[in-house]
């Protein structure tokens, strides 16, 4: 069994990190507590499939650092009750890439790689979309043998971000049910199947559900 504060609590201590996440919590203390949670489901779900410890302990980095771009969002916007504008959907999908930009450190240059792609296995995919990664695998063979593990690794940083954000209350939302979860989860993830399931069936302590 994969004992999660052991595992999470070095992680956290890190000085670094610590002082990343001390930002994140000043900012928005909701957006801090979805980053620990996505930083022990991640662990979990790699633990479950039998990852290495490192590629563990990567995820769980990824899992607590992946929306410190969202501190470059405005907060109004990131706090609106109603549905976004388009151009305001635009500016929160630059999350991503700013959270690539901020984590410049030379110890995060791999786990910035894997934050990046955090919403690229979602039918809307950002901010690559589908067809540009596919275009950019084909014209680069030997990039996407190096890049297998950080794909690996993003693919199960994005399936439990996405259940951990059905799964919680939002400004604009309420938690949605384990039923809608699974129904939002098969139209919207683009990665494998498998992870479908085990997502689902995460222990209750894990799981808010
Ligand atoms: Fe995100
Ligand atoms: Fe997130």
Known sequence: ???????????MNDKKVKGY?????????????????????????????SFSQEEIKMLGYAGLLHDIGKLD?????????????????????????LSFLRLNDPEFQEIRKIIVAH?????????RT????????????????????????????????MYDALASKRCYKKPLNKEEIEERIRKQFTGQKKYIRQILNVPKDLSRC
């Open 1 to 11: 069994m994969l004992h999660e504060d052991k595992i999470i609590n070095p992680l």
């Open 21 to 49: 996440l001390k930002k994140i919590k000043d900012f928005d203390k909701n957006t801090y507590e979805h980053c620990v949670r996505l930083s022990i489901l991640s662990m979990y779900l790699a633990y479950k499939n």
């Open 73 to 97: 969002i405005p907060i109004q916007i990131l706090h609106r009750k109603r549905k976004l504008t388009d151009e305001e959907k635009k500016i929160v999908q630059e999350h991503p890439r």
């Open 119 to 127: 919403h690229e296995f979602q039918t809307k995919s950002y901010p």
């Open 130 to 161: 589908n067809s540009d990664r596919r275009k950019e695998q084909r014209l680069n063979i030997e990039r996407r043998k190096k890049d297998n593990k950080i794909r690996k690794l993003a693919e199960i940083l994005s399936i439990c971000d």
